[in-house]
């Protein structure tokens, strides 16, 4: 007895022992947060907060399924890991994770987790394209696989800050993608995505100290998605592709923000059988994803810290499932925390980076905010934190049901001492738009507002003092779900593209266009029989996204040179043969008859037959042409002139 005494004595002290180490070592965040009933059966564990090294023995068992082995896999930056489970989990089935760790939310090293019941695939829908009407498609001889919707600009006036406009056309008419104008709306790059996919929020971001460009590209269904973040450089090639992780099904539509050091913050929408529910519900899912591993760094679910009750959403309404959430915008605020918008709520949330709890509510049911007049917003899109502390918002308010009389763009500024949120400027469209979904508001450096009108197909800019001073639209009622102006300079790996058409006298008009770059000042063209006897022939301004350029000349094959402002070669074409004019002059058996009637017989060694015309000059005054006359493929004719009297 005494001895069993003993050793119950010495596993009482040891117990004690690990307790204090573990609460005396720096604090752990873990994803499942502890408690956590949204996680899905694929999850992985998620220890931020201790280097890889440090995370120990991790012990993981479920309540149905058992002890799970697994591995470690470390985060890129050194501060964390995820515990990789060799198996999945069952639904329905809580989860005990057991460390040495100072875990947050945990006790003595230990905490648990729930696993839910998915409810099956996102399935993607067909994406209806509007009517192109009049004028409501672009076409470009250089690149006929381009066909991407006409924008119109109704006014221009000197914007505060420079830049190009970023917007992702959603319905066509012909081909959705990202989209990049100048200032002017003429096209500089598009990327035409597959048939039923869309691109969402494109725009430029900073990555490991480059500007890149980011989009949201996949399906959609009942205003979720299913998808992937993409990143591309400088010269338009894919540096990184960002996925869901833990079981998700795939990025959501809604939110694709790039942190500098190489993080991701995304959106999933997750449909789960939730218990005293009928039908399905959607939780909405916040991840931190490691760009270089693909890990996760973060997750947060809104079905863990927001109660159902604040959602305007019922259960009945119209949808294949109650989503009772819908988040769609991340904001990182200034202190390292997150601040969410939540539109079925009316609200934004402001989220702990390291244990997922709200801090505070703004707006809703349960604002934790005293709002001044014209604070509260209905189905709000695009918080975003501003260097100022001020916030900004893209308030839809048209739901349904219509709450405002139109929507809005609108600064706010929230006084944490008092725990009030007062409107500063508020900016709405002439005449008045009202958007039932998406929408952005952009302030820019300069201090003018850069306005997206989500399902209305405008893009506007505002002055400081609230002046519309720019507005365009697509020509076509297609939609962007948001709108951007950034600077941008890109140079393709890809060269010029070029097309060329005959027309009359001897004029051919040669078509140039490259996609994406931004520094083209001008366009040279060369000419000659053969890709290594081409000299320049003409020229011209780059005018929009293809410059047409006439040029006089016979010669069968064509490139062009894309100019910068100092005249320097940027990228030169591939060579195009017409095909039409590979023609040898035989000048020594030309012949001139006593009535100025003349002849020049010439060979043709195309496979085609030859299409010729002629000017003849004495010095510089021209004193014959002939044209229209055709030489049989492989063989010889004689193009005929008529001297001038001059000539003669």
Not at 57 to 74: D, E, I, K, L, N
Request: aromatic share 10%; net charge neutral.
């Amino acid at each position: 007895m005494p001895r069993f005494s003993l050793a119950l004595l010495l596993l009482a002290i040891a117990s004690l022992a690990t307790a204090a180490a573990a609460s005396a070592a720096p604090a752990v965040s873990v994803f499942p947060t502890p408690g956590s009933r949204s996680a899905l059966p694929g999850t992985q564990i998620v220890f931020r907060g201790v280097a890889p090294a440090g995370i120990g023995s991790v012990q993981v068992v479920g309540s149905r399924t058992g002890a799970h082995a697994g591995s470690v896999a470390a985060d890129s930056d050194g501060q964390g890991g995820s515990f990789l489970p060799a198996n999945p989990f069952a639904a329905g089935e809580t989860v005990t994770v057991t460390t040495a760790l100072n875990i947050l939310g945990g006790r003595s090293g230990s905490f648990q987790f729930t696993i839910a019941k998915p409810d099956g695939a996102i399935p993607p829908e067909q994406i209806p394209l509007v009517a192109a009407g009049a004028n409501g498609l672009q076409h470009f001889r250089s690149r006929p696989d381009l066909v991407p919707g006409s924008v119109t600009v109704t006014k221009r006036g000197a914007p505060a800050s420079l830049g190009d406009i970023f917007v992702a056309p959603q319905q066509g008419p012909v081909q959705n993608g990202p989209m990049l104008l100048d200032p002017s709306g003429n096209l500089i790059w598009f990327k035409p995505l597959p048939k039923n996919q869309l691109a969402t929020d494109f725009r430029v971001q900073q990555l490991q100290g480059q500007p890149v460009l980011t989009w949201w590209q996949g399906y959609t269904n009942n205003g979720s998605g299913r998808g992937e973040g993409v990143i591309y450089d400088s010269t338009y090639r894919q540096i990184a592709v960002v996925n869901a992780a833990n079981g998700l099904q795939g990025a959501d539509l809604h939110e694709f923000l790039v942190t500098p050091q190489g993080q991701a913050y995304i959106i999933a929408a997750s449909p789960l059988r939730w218990p005293g529910l009928r039908k399905a519900l959607m939780d909405s899912v916040v991840q931190e994803i490691d760009i270089k591993t693909g890990l996760v760094l973060f997750e947060w679910h809104a079905l863990d810290h927001v109660p159902l009750s604040e959602s305007f959403f019922k259960p009945s309404s119209p949808g294949f499932v109650f989503d009772p959430y819908h988040l769609n915008s991340i904001a990182l605020d200034r202190d390292g925390n997150l601040i969410v918008s939540l539109r079925n709520t009316w609200a934004d949330y402001k989220i702990n980076h390291q244990t997922g709890a709200v801090m505070w509510t703004l707006g809703s049911n349960r604002s934790s905010f005293r709002l001044g007049p014209g604070v509260q917003t209905a189905f709000q899109h695009n918080l975003v934190v501003n260097p100022d502390g001020t916030l900004t918002i893209f308030d839809d308010g048209a739901g349904p049901p219509a709450v405002h009389s139109q929507s809005r763009a609108i600064r706010i500024a929230i006084n944490i001492k008092k725990m009030t949120a007062t409107l500063l400027q508020q900016y709405e469209h002439s005449p008045p738009l009202s958007s039932m979904f998406e929408g952005g508001y952009q302030a820019l450096p300069g201090g003018d507002a850069f306005v997206g009108w989500g399902s209305q197909p405008y893009f506007s800019e505002f002055t400081a003092a609230g002046r519309l001073d720019f507005d365009a639209h697509f020509t076509a009622p297609t939609t962007s779900y948001r709108a951007y102006r950034f600077p941008w300079f890109g140079q393709p790996a890809t060269v010029p593209a070029l097309a060329a058409g005959s027309g009359a006298d001897g004029v051919t008009t040669v078509y140039a266009s490259w996609n994406g770059a931004t520094d083209v000042a001008s366009w040279r063209v060369l000419a000659g029989a053969g890709p290594g006897a081409l000299e320049p022939v003409g020229g011209g301004r780059k005018r929009g996204f293809e410059t047409a350029i006439p040029v006089h000349s016979e010669w069968p094959d064509f490139e062009v040179q894309a100019l910068g402002s100092s005249g320097q070669v940027l990228s030169t074409s591939g060579v195009l043969s017409t095909g039409t004019n590979r023609i040898s002059i035989f000048g020594h058996s030309a012949f001139i008859s006593p009535s100025g009637m003349g002849g020049l017989p010439v060979g043709c060694f195309s496979t085609r037959p030859c299409h010729t015309s002629a000017t003849v000059s004495a010095g510089r005054t021209v004193i014959a042409r002939a044209g229209g006359q055709y030489v049989p493929a492989g063989g010889g004719g004689t193009v005929l002139f008529m001297l001038s009297g001059s000539g003669r």
